[in-house]
């Protein structure tokens, strides 16, 4: 599924529901301006919005990443082969992330797990309802949650509650990649704002 797919299946949700823009904004507290620009864009918003669109359209994520729209329900289960892995791209605000989607057409998930791309400079500040769990696999990152810095490096494990603003960023040349399993245990997201903390900045490795 491309990211170009999947926002044309947002657009066609909200039509066949028969709502306008407008109307969505409302239900997400997102801006009419927000939502235009995603069903116009190339770019998909973070999952934490994506999340939300889907609670107001009653349908669930995996609606938007399965090929048929649905997981394979009767069995309760979803596999997905090294060679099927699909690279996606999300934005906010400017910053990209590459991920790629662990388990894309598993119905009813409290749990969405995937391989993350973290960027070398990001200064958006995340806060919504959930749980994050991060696994380093290569490189190192900075993240700052609460107002405080912590080092992560490869092997290092963080699993922190999401409605505590946070960020982070890749430190060196190479953009770290690690696996990110998040929970949204109230199916609720709230926008990412930000404020609150001083952007986190890439820092050049001492020779």
Not at 38 to 43: A, F, K, L, R, V
Not at 69 to 97: C, N, P, T, W, Y
Request: proline share 6%; charged share 30%.
């Amino acid at each position: 599924m491309t990211p170009a797919r999947i926002i044309q299946r947002i657009k066609e949700k909200r039509i066949e529901k028969g709502l306008s823009l407008e109307a969505l904004a409302s239900k997400t507290v997102l801006s009419k301006g927000y939502l235009s620009k995603i069903e116009n864009g190339t770019s998909l918003p973070p999952i934490s919005t994506l999340h939300r669109i889907c609670e107001a359209l009653a349908v669930d994520l995996t609606y938007l990443f399965s090929e048929e729209g649905h997981g394979d329900a009767d069995q309760g289960i979803s596999i997905v082969r090294l060679k099927e892995r699909k690279e996606m791209i999300v934005e906010e605000g400017g910053v990209q992330f590459k991920n790629w989607p662990l388990a894309p057409q598993k119905e009813g998930r409290n749990m969405d797990p995937y391989l993350v791309e973290i960027p070398l400079d990001n200064p958006q500040i995340y806060r919504h309802e959930g749980e994050e769990l991060y696994l380093l696999l290569e490189g190192k990152v900075k993240l700052n949650y609460n107002g405080k810095d912590y080092l992560l490096e490869k092997g290092d494990c963080v699993y922190f509650d999401t409605n505590v603003p946070h960020t982070g960023c890749s430190l060196g040349r190479k953009k770290a990649k690690a696996l990110v399993i998040f929970y949204s245990y109230k199916k609720t997201m709230r926008r990412p704002f930000t404020g609150g903390l001083v952007p986190v900045r890439a820092k050049k490795p001492k020779e």
